[in-house]
């Protein structure tokens, strides 16, 4: 919900100490810290659907074993 999103950006807004999203003419869009984390959770949200993967495999009997 809007009022969720907005307290969640804000919690990261005082983590960070600046703006992470503006509100221009074209719309909202991210500031350039707030462009670096969305890559750093692009970046985390794929690790962990890849993760995923893994299980899903693994209790498919696809992967006999884990290798890291």
Not at 44 to 51: C, D, G, K, P, Y
Request: aromatic share 2%.
């Amino acid at each position: 919900t809007q009022p969720t999103l907005s307290r969640s950006i804000k919690i990261i807004e005082d983590r960070v100490g600046a703006p992470v999203l503006v509100c221009e003419s074209s719309g909202v869009v991210a500031t350039d810290i707030g462009e670096r984390l969305a890559e750093k959770g692009r970046a985390v949200l794929a690790e962990s659907e890849s993760a995923d993967d893994t299980i899903r495999q693994w209790r498919a009997g696809q992967l006999s074993e884990l290798r890291f």
